[in-house]
């Protein structure tokens, strides 16, 4: 998954791929405004057919956050 | 519909059924599905809220809150409180429990509509506000009371009241930047004259995408109570996650948004276009589902280089200029001839607006009554003849209205000179390298205190560099009272309101650089 959702976050912000791990914060590491990233989950849920609740949503920091958060509603 | 009948919000929903009856005024998801509530089942439901209502308050006045997201259950709850002639407190659904208990005893609320999300509150509320009689779930939930299914199942419909135009209709409460929330008091005639107030070109084909939070009189107004008059068919975006994804899905024909969301869906066709070789027309035309006609803006300040942007895509972006205190709309652009030089519209039918001492004051049948139990508050706002000040800076040329800044936020300098700091925050608008900005007076300097974009300029220092050269070159267009002396960088957003807004009160973080 996480290959597939650092493809996803290339598709908001201009950062070296190599640069992203599960760590990289989305607002302080990769540069993720708030909207950003809500659009970005709104495709999370297309690509992998699951349903995030807005009230989760912010207690997403990092990427592995939110892989485990992901996989969670699978 | 003829304009000319309608008086108050009650007409409204009555003649909108009339006319338009089974056609879907709604359409929202539900499960997977998209479920139709047409505008003759709204006006309907309205009557048996009206009903029960009635037989539990037995002619004691109502003041009903409403907390939740756009659904067709809110709709019939607004407008169940309306028709009996009573009258709606909508209330943010971003606030925490506390502040909702403040506004629903500083409103005297004494019947409670909540969506289910909020169901964890009622207890605290139950405790702390003694005057709410009865609480009403919108949908199915756990330990309601009763919810308007069972409501609409068992009650008829009350007879239609008679409903003065000039009496309270709403109290809604402005989020503002700064100080407590005022509940402005909006009567019939208010929310009426401007559904009324422009020649909006509209039919019933129309399809419009709702993306803005329902507690707005923005959104109320120009989405909700506009498509009651043309019999738009409203499609509920269901998150702002899920805006890409609901363009594809309901393909409207028009939107209203916010400056925040048409900068960021541009940035992100932009993006897409380079990113996959196509021509940004194309991009845009499978981003917005293909139908989307034009959008309306306003809340904030859009750039005219966005603006510019937009039609060159195809999508003419009209601005318009407004506040709740004046239901909302001031001046309005025709998306048949948007204007780029700047401006926010023009001065819409029925509404006056003068300059004085640079600040925009209007008079218009739109202004409300005043703040609710505030009359000092109400006192600032509106004169003895009834003209509001809005607190915008600005000028009017060939009717139409430029926005220069908050009249609150001036920076006097100690020298007497007078700085607009949103004046001098537009102008990086379109720099990429400024995520947001907040400009203030410190130690008696024009200040920049500035959130860079770490994906453009990761380094702290080049882009500390680079902004001290954007600075330069913008200060070369300032006068030299103007200029901005110091800059200070920040790592963290700012903090802001729950309308996304920039709190100007806040506490400085950023390192002088």
Known sequence: MFEQIKELILNYVDVDADTITEESRFIEDLGFTSYDFMSMLGEVEETFGVQVEEEAVLTLSTIGDAIKYFESLK | MDKTKIKTLADLVRLSAEEFGDKAYIKEKAGTEIVEYSHAKLYSDARKIAYYIKSVYEGEKVHAAIIGPSSSMYLAAYFGTIVGGNVTVPLDAQLQAEDI??????????????????????????????????????????????????????????????????????????????????????????????????????????????????????????????????????????????????????????????????????????????????????????????????????????????????????????????????????????????????????VVKGCTVEIRDGEIVVKSPSVMQGYYKYPEATAEALDADGWLHTGDLGYVENNRIFITGRKKNLIILSNGENVSPEELENKFATVDLVSEILVYAEDGFVTAEILPNRDLCPDLDAAANKLKEIIKEINLTLPSSKTIRRLRLREVEFDKTTSKKIKRQQSIQGEIV
């Open chain 2, 101 to 346: 208990t403040d506004l629903v005893n500083r409103a005297d609320v004494n019947l409670f509509f909540y969506d289910t999300r909020y169901a964890a509150m009622i207890p605290h509320l139950k405790e702390n506000c003694p005057q709410v009689k009865a609480f009403v779930a919108l949908h199915e939930a756990e330990g309601a009371e009763i919810t308007i299914a069972e409501i609409t199942e068992k009650f008829s419909k009350a007879e239609p009241v008679e409903i003065d135009p000039s009496s309270l209709a709403s109290i809604v409460y402005t989020s503002g930047t700064t100080g407590k929330a005022k509940g402005v008091m909006l009567s019939h005639g208010n929310l009426i004259d401007n559904v009324n107030c422009a020649d909006d070109e509209s039919d019933s084909e129309q399809v419009l995408l709702s993306v803005l939070p329902i507690h707005h009189v923005y959104c109320w107004t120009c989405d909700f109570l506009l498509s009651l008059r043309y019999g738009t068919t409203i499609c509920i975006n269901d998150s702002m996650m899920r805006i890409a994804m609901n363009l594809k899905l309901f393909q409207p024909t028009m939107m209203l948004v916010v400056p925040m969301i048409a900068q960021t869906l541009y940035k992100q066709i932009m993006n897409a276009a380079t990113a996959k070789q196509l021509p940004p027309q194309a991009v845009a035309q499978a981003v917005f589902g293909g139908r989307l006609r034009c959008i309306y803006s306003g809340g904030a300040y859009l750039a005219p280089e966005i603006q510019k942007g937009y039609l060159d895509l195809g999508i003419p972006i009209c601005q318009g200029y407004g506040m709740t205190e004046c239901s909302p709309r001031i001046s309005t652009a025709n998306y048949n001839n948007v204007s780029t030089a700047g401006d926010v519209g023009e």
